[in-house]
Each structure stands twice: as C-alpha cells, then as structure tokens.
C-alpha cells in the first residue's frame, strides 16, 4: 500500500531542499562573482603600475619591439579582452578582438620635456566578463547539483525513517482496525516494537483508540438495551392503546343498550298516567339519559376515528333544505338551554342548490357548533352561514359553513387550544354544563378526513358577532344553479 503522507513529505522536504539550495547557490556565485569582477578591474591597476612608464619610454625612443612584448603581456591576461595603442607619430597597435568596445579604460602616455608633459599616445584597455560568466555558469551547475543530490539522499533518508518508525505501525493499526468483525467487543490494538519507558504520539495515538473502542462498545450495547426497551414500551403502548379501543368500543355499546332501555321507559313514564311530579322526574331522567347517551356518542365516535373505522359516504345534497334543518335544530338547543336567542341562516347568492358532500358528517359538526353556541350565549342571536371559499388555491370547489354567536369570546389561548381532545375553556359559563371536551375534536378530525379543516375566529370577522367557528370542506360535482 503506498503510503501518501510519507510521499507528501519526501515531496515537501525535495521543494524546500531545492528551493534553499538555489537560495544558497545563488548567494555563493554572487560573492564569486563580485569577486571575480574586482580580481579582473585590478588589471587596470597592474598596467598604471608596471606597464604605463615603460611604454612611455618605449615609445618615445621608438622600440616598437618593446612595445609589442609590452602590449602582448597585457593582452595576455584572461581578463583583457582587446587592448590599443594610438601613437602621436601615427602608429597603431592592436592586439586581441577588435571588435570588442565595452568596458574600456585610457591611460594617457606623454613624455615629461621641460617641466611639461607632451602626449605621445593614447593606450586603450578593454575588459572582458565572458571567462567570470563561465566559469560562474560552471560552478553553478556544480553547486546546484551537489545540492540536489544531497537533498534527494536526505528526503529518502527521511522516507525509509518516517517508514521505519511511523508508517508500518499505522499501517498495522488499520489493518487490525479492518480485521475487527465485531463492534461489540472492545479493540486491543498492539504495536510491533520494543516497547519504550516513556510513550511517544504512536503510542498515545492506539492508547486513545483502544479507549475509544472500550467507550464506543459501552455505548453500542446501552443503545441497543435501550432500544430494546423503547421497543418493548412500544408494544406495549401500541397493546394497551388496542386494549383501550376495545374497551372503549366495548363499553360504548354495552351501556348504550341498557341506556336505551331506561330512557324508553321514562319515556313511558311521562306518557302514562302518573302524578305531575313523578312525570317531572322522568322527564329529569331523561334529559340525564340523553346526556349520558351523547357522550357515549362521542366516546365511541373517537375510538372510531383512531381505528380509522370512520367511512365517508358523500350524496347530493340540497343546501338549502339542509341549512333548514340546521336551523331547526339549533331553535331546538336554544330552548333546550332556555335562551331567548334569535337563531339566523344565510346563503350566498352563488351558491349551487346541491352539492356532493356527506350530509349527516357535516350535519354533525355544524350541530356541535350550534349546540356549543347556544349552550354559552346568553342573549343576542347565532349565525349559519353558507358560502363559497373566497381564498381556495388548490383549485378545488370549496365551501365555508360559519357558526356565529354573540357570546363571551375566547381568549387566543383559548383559541389555540380549542380543538384539543378533553379540553374544557376555564369559564364560568362552562361550569353550569357539563361534558367531555371532545365535541369540537371530533368536529376537527372530521373535518380533516373530509379534506378539509375547521378554524376558530375570536373576535369574530362578522359585525356584531364575537366567535365564528369555520368549517371549511371541499364539495364534489357542484351543478351549478339552473338560470
């Protein structure tokens, strides 16, 4: 298996070799060079020194010879590329490449005749670079190579090192890490080495693996204990929660049967021909029977409905014979409760006469909505109101069924928690009657299971009215009114 991080760090340690040992190549070759170049301008001091007064003489007693030996022993140092003599007299000489014109440097010759100097040439010395170039060149080559290839020996040192004394071991750990089959017994990871008096970061590194594993197993088995609690609560809870729908359906109709029994014979009782009170008490009884047997209703409606055992059963229904009865209904809570209430039905001019929807469902929960409304006005009048969705996007046909009274109000807590199952608002109204707290729950979830959902307003968006509770569902097949 190649070993990437040891590859990474042989390639990082060859850049900064190769980076420092140019730096250091290059500092070497500049102070070669400054020093080269001051070693090739002491020519010009060599020549004012040694070779200047001989020429002089040379020149003013016409010994061309010396001259010519002088001339070649200047042009004879590796650093004078070309040099030139201009004599008075009309003689030239030259020696070495003439075409090379940079770095010059003239002495003046004369000859010192009666406490004057008289010019006799002109000496003209031209430097060449070209050998210090080279020769720089060559040592920069040399140095840079001698550097590399140490460079090259230290970083495959370092690799078979790094190898040596990190890579084997962390290889050896993943491979005992990969050779675990189980999660459920804790690692014992080893190293393959002398062990040491004191611990390094290898060490350290399957030391806190080892830990981790030790604490990753506990963890994995009190997860799975308490999954396997959480498991068995759940069958449990899902057991009781059968047992209780049972019970719930069970009992519902074993009470409903003698219910129905006794509230037929206070029934008989009040036909019959008994003593005024006696009829007063079998009518009492029968008002307790009735709201015994409505709550049962409900009891058994919610079981229903989280069994999902509730069908729904959608006909043609004419809305305005239904608004009567609903109308009807609502007069009779009104005098159920003994309140002088005006009960009022509206239906909007672009209504359908009929829709598809299931009447005795919605029936249901409109008569829920006005008995609470009757049962908690005390004077002024209850609103049914019937008419299109004015904000429906979804591209259904829907209709909004508004229960209005003019009772004490909700507060927003109450509001938002209305439609909770066992709920009673804390008022003092509330007192006087009782119940269960599912009505307006079960209104709610069969609202929902028809598609769709009832809200409460508080204040009331209609004038003069405090509470309107909204259902609001979508119809099926609307035909639409005939003109």
Not at 259 to 267: R, V
Not at 383 to 403: A, F, H, N, Q, Y
Request: hydrophobic share 40%; with cysteine.
């Amino acid at each position: 298996m190649k070993d990437r991080l040891g590859l990474r760090l042989v390639l990082v340690t060859l850049l900064v070799s190769t980076v420092f040992s140019a730096f250091a190549a290059g500092v070497q070759l500049y102070l070669s060079y400054q020093r080269q170049v001051g070693t090739a301008f002491q020519v010009v001091d060599r020549v004012s020194a040694t070779s200047v007064d001989p020429l002089q003489n040379a020149l003013w007693q016409f010994d061309f010879d010396q001259v010519d030996i002088i001339l070649r022993g200047i042009e004879s140092d590796p650093a004078v590329a070309h040099v030139e003599l201009q004599s008075t007299t009309g003689h030239l000489f030259e020696y070495g490449d003439p075409d090379y014109v940079e770095r010059r440097t003239e002495f003046d010759l004369v000859r010192r005749m009666d406490g004057l100097n008289e010019p006799i040439g002109t000496l003209t010395i031209y430097l060449s670079l070209e050998s210090i170039w080279a020769d720089l060149w060559a040592q920069f080559f040399a140095l840079v190579t001698t550097n590399l290839i140490k460079a090259y020996l230290v970083a495959f040192a370092l690799l078979l090192a790094y190898y040596w004394m990190v890579t084997r071991h962390l290889t050896d750990v993943v491979r005992q890490v990969d050779a675990s089959t189980s999660r459920s017994t804790p690692l014992n990871l080893s190293l393959d080495r002398t062990r040491r008096p004191q611990t390094d970061a290898i060490d350290r590194i399957v030391l806190a693996l080892n830990d981790m594993s030790q604490r990753l197993t506990q963890q994995i088995t009190a997860l799975e204990r308490e999954v396997a609690q959480r498991k068995k609560a759940e069958n449990d809870a899902v057991a009781a929660s059968l047992a209780r729908k049972r019970f719930l359906a069970n009992m519902s109709h074993e009470v409903r049967t003698p219910l129905n029994a006794m509230m037929g014979l206070f029934q008989l009782i009040e036909m019959s021909d008994v003593p005024k009170r006696q009829k007063q008490q079998a009518a009492t009884g029968l008002e307790a029977a009735n709201v015994l047997l409505a709550q049962l209703t409900n009891v058994l409606e919610v079981s229903r409905l989280e069994a999902n055992a509730v069908k729904l059963t959608p006909k043609e229904t004419n809305l305005a014979s239904i608004a009567q009865q609903w109308c009807n209904t609502a007069n009779g809570s009104v005098k159920r409760y003994g309140k002088d209430i005006e009960v009022i039905v509206e239906l909007a001019d672009d209504l359908p006469d009929t829709v598809c929807m299931d009447d005795k469902r919605v029936s249901q929960i409109v008569h829920n909505l006005c008995d609470n409304a009757a049962k908690f006005t005390t004077e002024g009048a209850l609103l049914i109101d019937l008419r299109r969705s004015p904000d429906d996007t979804s591209g259904k046909k829907m209709i909004d069924i508004s229960v209005s009274d003019t009772g004490p109000g909700l507060s927003p807590e109450d509001a938002n928690n209305v439609f909770e199952r066992f709920l009673q608002v804390d008022d003092s109204l509330t007192r006087r009657y009782s119940g269960t707290g599912l009505g307006l729950s079960i209104s709610s979830d069969l609202a929902k299971l028809m598609g769709g959902h009832l809200e409460v307003e508080s204040p009331s968006g209609y004038l003069n009215y405090t509470t309107t509770f909204t259902l609001r569902i979508p119809t099926q097949d609307i035909e639409e009114a005939a003109a």
